[in-house]
């Protein structure tokens, strides 16, 4: 099995800055995608950032130049540092990573249990 640990999430106010880590362990062969998302109260789950293995980035407008994703493949862990938080960037935040489990087998779909991120002052 393959586990999700998120950290990092709080309350700060708008225009503060907050860093979620999210590690990945468990039987692990190799990691090709990671992201986050996040769902508002009342609201689908939406995408923030995704990164793939080699790097490539992809991010919602609502935060691109103000969050940056990252990964460290040696630990398994992706982060997302986020700037210039505002109100609407409140909700429970959620790591996603596709895992493959053992060489040339299919990959599978993990989520974290959520890090709660309240932007108020």
């Known amino acids: 099995q393959v586990q999700l640990v998120e950290s990092g999430g709080g309350l700060v106010q708008p225009g503060g800055s907050l860093r979620l880590d999210c590690a990945a362990s468990?039987?692990?062969?190799?990691?090709?995608?990671m992201g986050w998302y996040r769902q508002a109260p009342g609201k689908q789950r939406e995408l923030v950032a995704t990164i793939t293995g080699g790097g490539i980035t992809n991010s919602a407008d609502s935060v691109k130049g103000r969050f940056t994703i990252s990964r460290d493949n040696a630990r398994n862990t992706v982060y997302l540092q986020m700037n210039s938080l505002k109100a609407e960037d409140t909700g429970v935040y959620y790591c996603?990573?596709?895992?493959?489990?053992?060489?040339?087998?299919?990959?599978?779909?993990?989520w974290g249990q959520g890090t709660q991120v309240t932007v108020s002052s």
């Open positions: 468990g039987i692990i062969f190799s990691i090709d995608a």
């Open positions: 996603n990573a596709q895992v493959v489990i053992r060489a040339y087998g299919p990959t599978y779909q993990y």
